[in-house]
Nanobody, 124 residues
């Protein structure tokens, strides 16, 4: 079982940037596809971005494509989400999740392990 810990959230003005990090507890982190999801108050959790274990596949939700960049450093067991041009609608709790699969997916049900989340608030 792998544990995931997110960090880097905070309060930022519209148009600003933040970088989220997610650290895995175990070296098996390198074998997992990892995704970022977010959940705004009163809304369902939604997919943001995902990356395959070898970083050869990166996928994004349409709402963040071109503004967010996902990356990972397997030597550091760390996943990153660089978020630029933030908008108030990007506000929410951001979660990283791991799926022991060679395929990176968009559905939360496909991810077995979840972090506890980090809050991102974008003010207008």
């Amino acid at each position: 079982q792998i544990q995931l810990v997110e960090s880097g959230g905070g309060l930022v003005q519209s148009g600003g940037s933040l970088t989220l990090s997610c650290v895995g507890s175990d070296r098996t982190f390198t074998s997992f596809a990892i995704g970022w999801f977010r959940q705004a108050p009163g809304k369902e959790r939604e997919f943001v971005s995902g990356i395959s274990w070898g970083s050869d596949t990166k996928i994004y939700a349409d709402s963040v494509n071109g503004r967010f960049t996902i990356s990972r450093d397997n030597a550091k067991r760390t996943l990153y989400l660089q978020m630029n041009s933030l908008k108030p609608e990007d506000t929410g709790v951001y979660y990283c999740a791991a799926d022991y699969s060679i395929v990176v997916g968009r559905h939360a049900s496909g991810y077995e392990y979840w972090g506890q989340g980090t809050q991102v608030t974008v003010s207008s």
